[in-house]
């Protein structure tokens, strides 16, 4: 008998070492990065699933609050082939159910073959299959969490000061369960930021006296975050708008496109965007399940190069400008850090909005 199961909705179900206790679901998914695992754990895109390393050892360089990208962990459990005790102890001050001794490359070919998929976890002395199967019953799809804003964003508004220096743009960002790193990107760059809820009102952001609507990257199903996408059709041609990941999502849609789930997403730190107008090739960090399928009025100026999904988003007349994946680079690479420089350029309104 084993401590610790894990049931897929395909009806397998995984024995493995229980490493932290508990029972719980969530949707199944994998990534591929290689270092970055508190970042990951941290990041509130990963709120309600269930977040499997494909790395094998997952804690080797220990674990850092300087690292952290939010206040918790968001995943509802975690997966690796081996958690160093580290990590365990700090997933166990959390609560967050942990396995690990499983075969992990079984697990994510599974997904990558069938894709992510409803799961149930079940740790501790007396757990039994049934039970991984009792809490598999119980998981809901991602798009059916109609209200996950409210459970990752802040509930008040909150003010970060930009450093000396640099731009002297103010930021209205949408907080629909953004990563610390955006943040604290734009103030560095000496953007003052007003982080406002999910579902803040035209009157809140009016109130910051912004420079740019910019809305963030976020957990589940885009078209949930009605408000925000209110938003960025509210402030269309009176405010530059940009959005990362959930952002563009927002974003597209509010421009008459429209999103669609990935069979697996994108979900590691080597993917590699192709840039349309300069040719480049740059690498990015990336934790996504959906992506946009029509951009509406929008351009799509990057794609991925491993299967063609916009990655990049413009509106040369409108000012608007979003990526799929992660600039803020956390845990890096950092290839694409100068999408904050080209917001704060856009926000100064020193930029000549293209012609017809
Ligand atoms: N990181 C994100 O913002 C993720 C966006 C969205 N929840 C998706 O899975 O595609």
Not at 101 to 116: I, K, N, P, Y
Not at 133 to 157: F, N, R, W, Y
Not at 199 to 210: K, L, P, R
Request: with cysteine; aromatic share 8%; hydrophobic share 35%.
């Amino acid at each position: 008998m084993s401590d610790a199961y894990l049931a897929l909705e395909d009806g397998r179900v995984f024995e493995a070492r229980g490493r932290v206790p508990g029972r719980t679901r969530g949707e199944l998914v994998f990534t591929t990065a290689y270092t970055g695992y508190e970042e990951s754990l941290t990041d509130p895109s990963y709120e309600e699933q269930v977040l499997t390393f494909s790395y094998p050892l997952i804690g080797n360089y220990g674990v850092r609050t300087e690292r952290f990208e939010s206040e918790r962990v968001h995943p509802r459990a975690a997966i690796a082939r081996e958690f160093t005790e580290e990590v365990v102890e700090w997933l166990d001050s959390e609560s967050v159910p942990a396995i690990d001794h499983l075969d992990t490359r079984e697990v994510v070919t599974s997904v990558r073959d069938q894709g992510a998929m409803k799961c149930g976890i079940a740790v501790g002395d007396d757990v039994t299959p049934e039970d991984a199967k009792a809490e598999l019953k119980k998981c809901k799809g991602m798009s059916e969490h109609v209200d996950i804003g409210k459970q990752v964003s802040t509930a008040e508004p909150k003010f970060f000061a930009g450093d000396d220096g640099g731009s002297d743009a103010t930021v209205a960002l949408v907080d629909c369960g953004a990563k610390g790193s955006i943040t604290s990107s734009l103030t560095a760059r000496g953007a003052d930021v007003h982080l406002l809820p999910y579902d803040a009102s035209v009157d809140m952001v009016e109130e910051t006296g912004a420079d740019v609507l910019f809305i963030s990257n976020g957990p589940g199903d885009p078209e949930n975050f009605e408000q925000a996408q209110a938003l960025v059709e509210a402030f269309t041609g009176e405010l530059p708008i940009a959005g990362i990941c959930l952002g563009q999502q927002v974003v597209a849609n509010a421009f008459g496109g429209s999103t669609e789930k990935m069979m697996f997403g994108h979900r590691g730190v080597n993917q590699p965007v192709f840039d349309l107008d300069t040719e480049q090739v740059v690498m990015t960090t990336q934790n996504h399940g959906y992506t946009v399928a029509d951009p509406g009025e929008l351009e799509v100026t990057q794609v991925n190069v491993n299967d063609d999904t916009a990655e990049g988003l413009e509106h040369g007349k409108m000012n608007v400008l979003t990526r799929q994946y992660h600039p803020e680079a956390n845990p890096g690479p950092h290839d694409s850090l100068g999408f904050f420089d080209d917001v704060l350029t856009l926000a100064s309104g020193t930029e000549v909005p293209l012609a017809d």
